[in-house]
């Protein structure tokens, strides 16, 4: 997916701001290969200490589902009440949970 301004192709951000949290996605940079993406990110999103990881995803690459989709796609999983925390306590003091 190259733009026709020659900025090169879109990719997606992921920026981890301490070891052992999730990645969030953190927003979007063009660039012709994923070395530039990675300077181009860390350079954008990390100017201030913000991340300890960074990941670079081609935006072709990402799969979606389609908001309109949502409740046939996500659907099987109301009947599993197992996966939704709301039959125990959690603990005090638990981290990254």
Not at 2 to 12: F, H, K, L, P, S
């Amino acid at each position: 997916m190259n733009n026709t301004d020659n900025q090169g192709d879109v990719w997606e951000v992921f920026v981890q701001s301490k070891p052992g949290l999730p990645h969030k996605h953190a927003g979007s940079v063009h660039a012709t290969d994923k070395e530039m993406a990675l300077q181009n990110a860390r350079d954008m999103y990390t100017r201030r200490n913000e991340g300890t990881c960074i990941w670079v995803v081609p935006l072709d690459a990402i799969v979606s589902s389609m908001p309109e989709d949502s409740g046939s796609f996500f659907e099987p999983s109301d009947d599993k009440i197992y996966r939704h925390p709301t039959h125990y306590v959690m603990p005090e003091g638990a981290k990254h949970i």
